[in-house]
């Protein structure tokens, strides 16, 4: 089954309007990759601002968290609703620096992976173990049941990002080995969940991907695109990721 590659850039909690300079470059490389989705995911100040400067090419933006509801007293929260209308086509949920950082179960991942859907947004759901799991075996106990409990019944709409908790931001990655074990584990379990739609979900590996890793770490089996965080700050070091796929 032929899955289009998606590369995806988390920006994090970084970007000013100023930065619509990077998103420019980042357009006009866009231009010359047909074969991959390119995404941009900044801070939800930045959401209308890129939508409008994307409208028409073939980067699309994305947001980096939404709440469940639609709308309500949540002071500081942003639904995924105000992320459609604000013009992004989809939405991190169940990053691990909101599952450590403010207490996010598989339950509350999953139910944003519905208010995703309900909003008419692609949920990018996010998994992936911590390092002392990892040290104690327990990785694919760990990513199934993430996986098990944050994906909706009804897997379309949906992308998943492998990202081991260890390997973000710190340079380190697994191997290709590694990669591929864990994104076939990843894949069987959601043929087995969701039949021939299973086959047809791309799962991204995340986790210090760099224009050096990345032909090694997205050519593995079963890996349809990577999330990037710090290296989709620079939209030349983004953009050689993305032309693995050229
Ligand atoms: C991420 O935060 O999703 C990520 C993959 O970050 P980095 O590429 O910086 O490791």
Redesign the pocket.
């Known amino acids: 089954m032929a899955r289009r590659p998606l590369v995806a850039g988390?920006w994090?909690m970084n970007g000013l309007r100023a930065s619509i300079g990077e998103l420019e470059k980042i357009i006009a490389g866009a231009r010359k990759l047909g074969n991959v989705d390119v995404m941009v995911c900044p801070p939800a100040t930045l959401i209308a601002g890129f939508a409008a400067a994307s409208r028409g090419t073939s980067v699309t933006i994305g947001g980096q968290d939404c709440h469940a509801l639609a709308a309500g007293a949540h002071t500081g929260d942003i639904s995924a609703e105000m992320l459609h209308d604000a013009g992004a086509t989809a939405v991190i949920v169940g990053?691990?620096?909101r599952r450590r950082g403010h207490g996010e179960t598989d339950a509350a991942v999953r139910a944003k992976a519905l208010a995703a859907r309900r909003a008419g947004l692609t949920a990018v759901i996010?998994l992936g173990e911590q390092r002392a799991e990892r040290d104690a075996g327990r990785t694919r106990q760990v990513v199934g049941a993430q996986l098990d409990g944050s994906l909706p019944d009804d897997a379309e709409h949906v992308v998943v990002?492998y990202?081991p908790v260890w390997?973000?931001?710190?340079g380190l990655t697994p191997t290709p080995a590694d990669v591929a074990t864990m994104h076939g584990f990843i894949r069987e379990r959601m043929c087995s969940r969701f039949g021939a739609m299973g086959n047809a979900v791309r799962i991204l590996y995340?986790?210090?991907?760099k224009p050096a890793n990345a032909e090694d770490l997205l050519r593995v089996a079963n890996v349809d695109g990577a999330?990037?965080?710090?290296?989709?700050l620079d939209a030349a070091e983004f953009l050689a990721i993305a032309a693995v796929y050229r």
């Open positions: 988390n994090k990053h691990s620096e996010c990002a990202e390997a973000i931001g710190t995340g986790g210090s991907v999330l990037v965080g710090g290296a989709s």
